[in-house]
């Protein structure tokens, strides 16, 4: 189920973050904490490759709704299941010409629609 921080936790936004908590849907049965008090949830116990519409839903809902950013762990993608569950987002940034070249080095080299994101390096790549 989702978790919250503590009431209180952010004195200066703690209003705020309690109504937010009251809009997002209390109805997964995967394991979820939110990153921050105001931004983003790290979700596990969920196989992306088999998620229903319903359960993709309440995830967009709730980044939508305040997360921002979703952490999700433990998920063994082939590139293609990658591409197929991005999708369900929208349009995918290597479906059309990258606005910078400065970003081509991070695409995935078979499939551009997968942005990697990393701090380590090989080989000059990341």
Known sequence: MWTFPAAGAS??????NRARARRVPQRLKM?????????????????????SDDDFGQIH????????????RDQTLEPEQHIAFSRKFG????EAEPLQN?????????????????NKEADGQP
Do not use: C, K, M, W
Request: avoid cysteine; proline fraction near 5%.
């Open 11 to 16: 004195r200066r936004r703690g209003r705020d």
């Open 31 to 51: 394991n979820s904490q939110r990153l921050s008090p105001t931004l983003g949830v790290e979700i596990v116990g969920f196989d992306a490759r088999e998620l």
């Open 61 to 72: 809902e709730y980044l939508v709704e305040g997360a921002g950013v979703l952490v999700l």
């Open 91 to 94: 349009d995918l940034f290597g």
């Open 102 to 118: 400065t970003v081509t080095r991070y695409l995935h080299p078979d499939h551009p629609q997968i942005f990697r994101v990393s």
